[in-house]
């Protein structure tokens, strides 16, 4: 048996000093002001994907994971949607996340309800186990955004935000002399936090050499989690931590369809006192669709002294898809900690099959359209035009389509000058009255 064993001995040996290797290739990135935020787990990220994504989601924001990174996404998903996410972080502790979105026309909205929480054990001078319960933090989020100017040509411009409350409890703890637990002792260290995000998402096409509806260069912005966080209940309430307030810019290009690529830039914010922010972070991560059932993830994160190594993947079966991710996490120290983290995600068809009708429609009868303008039934082509606007219109849609304008602009002016001619060549027919002399 020590026989078979020696080989993983070996690769475990090998694998903890090339993690204190790259320790000390970030050694000098280590923030001294990591840590001095409340409510650290809104930097934990819920689900799969953008953390396989190296948290680079600012920008991409094309799935339910927006409400953490971006609050201006719920407005232009292609469908509703429903998840539900476990992350299993450093030790015991865990994050469960439950989360629902929907859209009309360009208003999107949604709620997330998510929990952070790690055993708390208490032990005595002795060692004896006096108190047993949990950590934790749960918060719960309400989510608007509207995407301004949408059209056919401009996919117009998404903004939103969300309003999330958050409390940390802090179990009661016990006596150092009698080892009974003191009523109310954890209250006057729990907290009460209230904050709001922002941002703004806008889509465009640039060199883009492959045919879909959606454009393939995205660009975002977004301010998270500024507020305040009170404690001291139960005594005098006063201010808590700052919360941990950050401000992302991110990109996500699709370089061809199958191959996606994202970036994010992320300045910690410390509101009470703006010279202990913490240093920027930057994530990078890459998307390649093995089919249109399965998608490979992989992304780098460096904040700090924390390079993070993730991988993931997700296989989407009868609009319901499942991800997992593996984290590597040096976290400044030779000893890397791994976490795992999963997502189970429903699309919801409802409003996203009453716009995929509407959309049938309009391509339909704006082809037509063109038909009959090819063929001189001008007055015919407009009618199929008005039908086109009509249904892009419709409040499930809202975007102004701008190809069937111009068709029926064009045929307008078309009527209007072949107008002009017929009333000319009357003119022109019409007898003169003679003169009598």
């Known amino acids: 048996m020590l026989i078979f064993l020696i080989p993983f001995r070996a690769a475990a040996f090998e694998l903890t000093q090339a993690a204190a290797g790259m320790a000390e290739a970030f050694e000098g990135l280590v923030d001294d002001n990591e840590g001095l935020t409340s409510f650290r787990s809104f930097n934990i990220p819920s689900g ?12 991409l924001c094309d799935d339910i994971s927006f409400f953490d990174y971006n609050p201006a996404a719920s407005a232009i998903l292609e469908s509703s949607e429903a998840a539900v996410f476990h992350n299993a972080w450093i030790g015991d502790s865990a994050m469960e996340t439950i989360a629902a979105t929907g859209r009309r026309g360009q208003l999107g909205y949604g709620g997330q309800l998510r929990c952070f929480y790690v055993p708390f054990t208490e032990y005595n001078y002795f060692g004896d186990k006096v108190a047993g319960n949990y950590y934790s933090e749960t918060a719960v989020t309400a989510n608007m955004s509207y995407n301004f100017k949408a059209g056919y040509y401009f996919k117009g411009v998404a903004v939103g935000g969300n309003f999330r409350a ?5 179990p009661d703890y016990t006596d150092n002399d009698t080892d009974k637990i003191i009523d109310g002792s954890g209250l006057s260290q729990s907290a009460l936090g209230l904050m709001v995000d922002g941002g703004v998402v806008v889509r465009f096409n640039v060199m883009k050499n492959f ?24 005594k005098s309430v006063g201010l808590d931590d700052p919360l941990p307030t950050r401000l992302s810019l991110g990109a996500a290009y699709r370089i061809i369809k199958p191959i996606l690529v994202t970036v994010d830039f992320k300045k910690p914010i ?22 249109s059932f399965c998608k490979i993830d992989a992304g780098l994160c460096i904040q700090g002294g924390s390079p993070r190594i993730s991988i993931g993947s997700s296989f989407e079966l009868k609009r319901v898809e499942v991800g997992i991710n593996y984290t590597f996490d040096l976290t400044s120290s030779a000893n890397p900690v791994n976490h795992i983290s999963c997502s189970v995600k429903a699309k919801l068809p409802g409003k996203a099959r009453i716009r995929g009708n509407l959309q049938k429609k309009i391509d339909e009868n704006y082809i037509q359209g063109l038909k009959l303008y090819a063929q001189g039934e001008y ?11 009509e249904a892009a219109m419709d409040k499930q849609m809202s975007i102004t389509y701008e190809p069937a304008l111009e068709a029926k602009v064009a045929a307008r002016r078309f009527l209007e000058s072949k107008q002009r001619i017929t009333d000319m060549n009357k003119l022109n027919a019409t007898p003169r009255p003679t003169t009598k002399n």
């Open 270 to 291: 410390n509101i009470q006192n703006i010279g202990s922010s913490e240093k920027f972070s930057a994530s990078l991560g890459g998307e390649f669709t093995v089919a």
């Open 379 to 389: 007055e015919e082509a407009i009618a199929h035009w008005d039908i086109a606007i």
């Open 48 to 59: 799969a994907r953008v953390e396989s994504l190296g948290g680079a989601g600012t920008a």
């Open 211 to 234: 045919a879909s509806r959606e454009p393939n260069l995205r660009v975002g912005a977004a301010l998270n989690n500024v507020g305040v966080s009170l404690t001291g209940f139960g």
């Open 166 to 170: 958050a409390w940390r409890n802090v």
